[in-house]
Structures are given as C-alpha cells and as structure tokens.
C-alpha cells in the first residue's frame, strides 16, 4: 500500500515535470520574460489538477496543499528556460515524455474521481479533461487556438485509457498492475498516432457551410 | 413535484443540447477534427452550469454526476459535425432554440443559486453568468474576443429575466407560471434584439482616447 | 479587531475599485459595448477572488455572497464606460492606485489562504494568482497573451509581498502594521519598477530555438 501510493505520487510529480517543460518551452517560443515562462510552466502542470480537485471537492487542490507538486512545476520551467538552446536533440525524449505523463495524469485522475463517488462516465470525462488541460489552457495564455483541438489522437488516447480504467474498477479486475497498463496504453497510442501521423476526421466544407459555422453563435 | 422536476429536467437537456449545437457549429467554422468540435460544443453546453456549480458548492457538478448531461452535449455536436451543410436552413431555428436556451438555463441557474443561499443580487450574477458563459468560453477557444462581449442584447437579456426570477422568489409569487414567464421575457427581448439589431450603447471615442485605453493595465 | 475588518473591507474594495477601472479601460480600448466593458471590469476585479475563493472552499465566493463587492466593480467600470475620454490625465493616478490594489489584493489572499489552512508555500502562490488573476483573465478575454507574463516586474512584486507575508505569520509578528508595511513593500516594488523600467530576464534565443520552442507542444 505504501509503496503503492509511493509509486503514484512519483508518476504524478514526473507529469507535472514534463507538462511544465511543455509548457515553459512553448512560452520560450513566444519570448515570455522569466516569469511569463515559469507561470505557463507552472498552469499546463498544474491547471488540470486544479480544476479536477475543484470539481472532486478535494479542498485545496493538491498544487497549493503539497508544496512538491508546484516546486516541481517551477523547477522544470527554470530547467527549461536556462537550457532550452540544447532541447531540440531532446525533442523525442520529451515527446515520448510527455506522452507517459499523459498517460499517468490519466489514470491517477480517472481513479481519483472514482474515489470521490463520480459516476463512471463524468469519471472518464474528468480523467481526460485532467490530461489535456494543462495543455488547453497553455495554448490559451499563449493567444493560440488549443493544439489538442486541432490535431491528432491526442485526448482520445485519454479517453481511451480513461474508459479501460473505469471498465477495471468496476469489473473489480482493479490493481496497480492493470492500471500501469491502462497508462500504457494511452502512452502506446498515443507514441503510435504520432509516428504514424493519425488524425481524427475533419469537417467536410462546402461552399454554403462557411458563413453557417457561425449560425448558432449568440 | 415531480413532474416539475421532470419539465425542468427537459428544459435543462434542451438548452444543452442547442448550446452544444451552437458550440459545435463555431467549431466546425474553424475547421476542428471531430473531437475538437465535440470538445467546444461540450463546454459551451456545460461550462457555465460547471462554473455554478462549483460556486454553489453542489460537487461533483452535475455535468460529470448526471451522465445525460455529457451525453446530450456529445450528441447534439456529432450530430452538427455529420450534419453541417444542411444546417443553413436551420438558421432561424437555431437562433431561436439559442434564444431558449439562454432563457431556460438564467431561470434555472439563479433558482439553484437562491436554493443554494446565495444572496438576490450575486444570484442575480451568477443566472446571468451561467446563461452567457458556454457562449463565452466557446469564443475563448476558438481565439475570439467573445461576441457577447461586443454585440446585441444578449446579455442583458438574461440579466432582466434573472432579476425577474429573484424578484418573483423573494415576493412569493414564484411558481411553475411565473419562472416559465421570466424565461420566455429572455426569449422575446433576445429574438425582438435580434430582429430589431438593438445593440447596446458603445464608448464615444475621440482622438485622445486611443492610447489611454490601456492606461490601467499593468 | 472590529476596525481592523473595516479597514481590510475598505482596502479591498479599493483594490476592486481600481481593478474594475483597469478592466473597464482596456475594455473601452477594444471599443467593447456597455456590457462588455463592464463585464471585463467585472472579471477583472473579482476573477482572482472567485477562484481564490473556490481554492480555499469559502463558497459562495464574497463577489456572490457580498453585494458591495460586484456593486463596486459595476460602478468603478461604468463611471470609467462615460469618463474615459478624461481619463488620459489621470493615467499617473490609475497606476498609482493599480499598484496599491496589488498590494492590497496579495496580502489579503495570502492570509485567507493561511486561515484556510493552505501550507505557506502554497499560500504565496494563491495571494500572488488572485494578485495577477484579474488582470490576466481581462487580456484573454480581449483576445492579447496577458501582459503580466511578457513585462515588468509585476507578478514578482505581488509574490515578493505573499512571502513577507508568509514569513510574518509564521514567526508570529503578524499584525496590521507589518501586514500594511508588506502591502507597501509591494506598492513600491511596483512602482520602482515601472519609473526604472525594471524588466525580467527574457530567454536568449538562437537560430535553432524557434522551432524548438513547440517541441514540447502535444
């Protein structure tokens, strides 16, 4: 038991870690100061957890009542704006990372809301928000339209793992072992669509669709 | 009672299913894949009712507690995704489910936050929060100033009916009749602002003005 | 104890005051309507309490439980909606009084974070989000990369105050003096920084950074 939740606070702080270099070398590349860069660092980190312990009512969120989780977050962020000059021969190191974090964030999440009595499928939808949002919200301080809404298997290899979480703790088949696996899933299709260039569906356009995509805005 | 309950249930699923419908529509217009399209709608539909909801204290929000939430959301934007080019005809029916939608979700939100204990005025606020913010964020994410912001008496609309609904509560003469009645004087100000092109009044500008708009920011 | 809650009451409302008016001008500079801009002038003085709020589960948050706060941010941004075109000579005033919102909006947080029971680490960051918090989310809702993260020391001086703060509570020589004299110590920070033109570090780029800066980008 111990070593279980050993094991988990170390896959979640390795999130936090490589969402915040994320982030951060997202806001490097738009030229934030040092302080621009480590609180972008900071929210892609973090701003999931946030919300998800906001919506779980666990109270106050794990970023503000564990000093590890935002220490993490800034440390990465510093990390990265010093040494960002050499990050591109770590471009697939941090692709492959960022796709375990994924993965973890995840899992920890589908399962943290399952424990807060959410039903299964507001669980999934909570345990994918978690693991996208950090990213969301970095693209939104950064005035860009959200890459993950744009492109690739990113937040339905979430789901995906989000709902065989689920399926195991109600089948009862629950345990640190099938639940490694979940997140690896999620990191396996994830690694996949982005190797084999996947996306999901676009819209079809035609000529008279254009002025309607508006048509239902207030 | 509980067919009350049952009507409000209905409207509630109805205003989600049109705010998702708009949601979706927008991004379609700036041509997310499928789950982008899903995702905005999503928001659009549930992100003013989330926000509530954690402002009222009911967790988890209904949008993860109730699975027909989510799902109605889901659905109505697939269905905009795959139906798209016929939608321009709909024009007019959208406008107008919007519009009932944006009654349906102030007269519900400011009752739920009266029940809540939240005092006439910041009930006030936040119907009107609920009603406009799935619009707001949609806008958000897809990189826009939001056009309730800048058009129409959108807002204003829902601010009236919410103060309507505080004021029937706080009287006694709140029932069934009367809240559908303050939902349905949002629908006609919203649709008569529309046919009209009332628009709120904006800021004279003169030379001066230009730089000194930013004056305040840090 | 009875005039020190007054005297915190009339020190936050100024700090709402002059946020509103912060919010209330950049809106008018986007040439928003009426609502708009007192929308924007809304968020922006009350957005960082609600989610401080939401942190520390004081729900409802004051800005809905207590009318004098959305009251005031109403007014400050309505009066500047009609007077904007004489507020060019007052620019040295809104800076002023924008910096002693800071001030004042830092220490208070910081120290309802600590009564809430959040650990000092985390408590510094929550004062310094609801410091920068409203300022941030006025930039996105006008569609800029919020300004507090591109210059100025501005964030730095906020959490430089939580810190005192912090400190201050732990040693036990917390009370109204020394908090007044953290809140000035922001004040000044503030203000030193903006006649210098202190600036944060930004990151040095070269040639093979730009394309780099997305590496960690989902």
Known sequence: MESTSVALLVGDLTGVAVFAASGGSAAVGKRLDIFGVVFVGFV????GGILRDLVINQVPPLAFANWLYPATAITASLAVFWLHPHLDRLRRT??????AGLGLFTVTSTLKALDAGVPAFGACLLGMLTGIGGGLIRDLLLGEIPVVLRREIYAVASLLGAI???GLARS???NAATYTAAALLVFVVRITALYR??????PRLNAGATPGGRTGAP
């Open 44 to 47: 892609a980190a973090l701003g």
């Open 94 to 99: 941090v692709y492959g990372l960022d796709a």
């Open 172 to 174: 009862g088949w629950g």
């Open 197 to 202: 260039h996947w996306s999901a569906p676009r």
């Open 164 to 166: 065989v979480v689920a």
